[in-house]
C-alpha cells in the first residue's frame, strides 16, 4: 500500500514536471504530498520504476543523475558542454542504430534515453 503510493506520486510527479528531475528533487516534490513517506522509501520506489522500465535514468552532465516518465515514446538529448543547452532527439533517428547495434552485437538494449555530449552551435567557435 505504501510502496504503490510512493510510486503514484513519484509518476504524477514526473509527469506534471515534464523535465529531467534528481531524486532528491522527486522526494522534495513527493514529500509535499505525503510527509510521512521518508527518502529511503522514495528512493526505492524510483529504483523499482526505473527497473520497471517506467522512468529512465541518465547522466546528463548535471553532477546527480536525472529522471524523468520513459513515456510512450522513448526521446533522447544533446546536451551541450558550453552553454549546457539540451535538445531533444526523436526517437526515430536513434532507433535505426539501436536496431543496428542489437543485430550485429546480438544484444537487447535496454537504453531508453540517450543522451550524448558535444557542442552547439554557438559554443563552437569558443569551444
Ligand atoms: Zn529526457
Ligand atoms: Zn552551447
Redesign the pocket.
Known amino acids: 500500500m505504501r510502496n504503490s503510493s510512493a510510486d503514484q506520486l513519484i509518476l504524477e510527479t514526473l509527469g506534471k514536471q515534464k523535465s529531467h528531475l534528481t531524486s532528491h528533487q522527486i522526494y522534495e516534490a513527493v514529500h509535499l504530498r505525503l510527509p510521512a513517506l521518508n527518502p529511503s522509501t522514495v528512493y526505492r520506489a524510483l529504483d523499482r520504476l526505473v527497473n520497471q522500465g517506467k522512468v529512465t535514468v541518465s547522466d546528463m552532465g548535471l553532477g546527480a543523475a536525472v529522471f524523468e516518465l520513459t513515456g510512450e515514446k522513448p526521446h533522447h538529448h544533446l546536451v551541450?558542454q558550453?552553454?549546457g543547452?539540451i535538445t531533444l532527439i526523436a526517437d526515430d533517428q536513434i532507433a535505426p542504430l539501436i536496431s543496428n547495434l542489437e543485430k550485429n552485437y546480438h544484444y537487447k538494449i535496454k537504453t531508453n534515453h540517450l543522451v550524448l555530449f558535444g557542442?552547439?552551435e554557438?559554443?563552437q567557435d569558443t569551444a
Open positions: 551541450c558550453g552553454c543547452h557542442f552547439c554557438k559554443c
